[in-house]
């Protein structure tokens, strides 16, 4: 059973492969579900980690739906991954009505070439998880990323099984919650791999910052923050 970390920074990935890790999904950002990491730690991880990375292409957090620029910036982060020489891509797209955009997914799994192509947590949000699978298996993806539309994937075990014996060509990969207590549950199953961040806490700072910098008004599912153009006007408009 390949066990694959997904990892949030360069001490994360090399935690996952002194730990025995297959394979590892690096990202930036895990309080928000993960976004694309820097060229510097993708560079960093390429140069000092030797077990295969899969890089996650999200620019951003919230919804799985993109501006035409935000897609041009998935290509282009795509691109670079190619020439880098990692192994696989984690990516995807939906519509605001919670189908796939077939075409943009598509577009992004041949943009990936040769490197593998996982369909990432997107996936949870379907209306049809069923006819998607049918999808991605007819464009090439090689494995979904899920919890079995539910909390965790041992709640979604379910779906999981559902999604395992229907699929004829992808590797339904159960993630979400996935621990020590739990993997046999997966293992049992007969899954070929699991997905997991296996993350703690780590202190490093002798005491609390007075000032917190975290602000969770911002972390939205169905609305993303923005500029405000209104906003930036009237302070220009005010100090000249």
């Known amino acids: 059973m390949l066990i694959e970390v997904c990892a949030n920074s360069l ?7 002194k730990a025995g890790a297959h394979r590892i999904e690096l990202c930036s950002e895990l309080a928000v579900g993960g976004i694309t990491p820097s060229y510097g730690l993708l560079k960093a991880v390429r140069e000092k ?19 035409d620029g935000e897609f041009e910036i998935m290509r282009a982060d795509i691109a670079i991954c190619r020439d880098l020489g990692f192994d696989g891509i984690v990516s995807g797209v939906l519509k605001k009505d919670y189908s796939l955009d077939v075409k943009r997914t598509k577009t992004l799994i041949e943009a990936s070439g040769k490197l593998k192509f996982t369909f990432h947590r997107g ?37 999981l099984e559902k999604l395992q014996q229907n699929a004829s060509s992808l590797v339904i990969m159960p993630g979400g919650g996935v621990k020590p207590e739990n993997i046999d549950v997966f293992k049992d199953k007969g899954f070929r791999a699991a997905h997991l961040s296996g993350s703690q806490f780590v202190r490093t700072l002798p005491n609390t910052p007075r000032i917190s910098m975290n602000s969770p008004s ?12 209104e906003t930036i006007q009237k302070v220009v408009h005010a100090v000249k």
Request: aromatic fraction near 6%.
């Open 123 to 159: 996936f949870d949000w379907v209306k049809d998880p069923m006819e998607v699978l049918r999808e991605l298996e007819n464009l090439g993806a090689d494995c979904i990323l899920t919890s079995g539309q539910e909390k965790s994937a041992v709640v979604g075990i379910s779906l």
């Open 218 to 229: 911002f972390l939205k599912n169905d609305e993303i923050t923005v500029s405000s153009v």
């Open 11 to 17: 001490q994360s990935a090399l935690n996952a492969e």
């Open 49 to 67: 980690v030797g077990i295969p990375v899969h890089v996650l292409i999200r620019p951003r957090s919230g919804d799985f739906t993109y501006s």
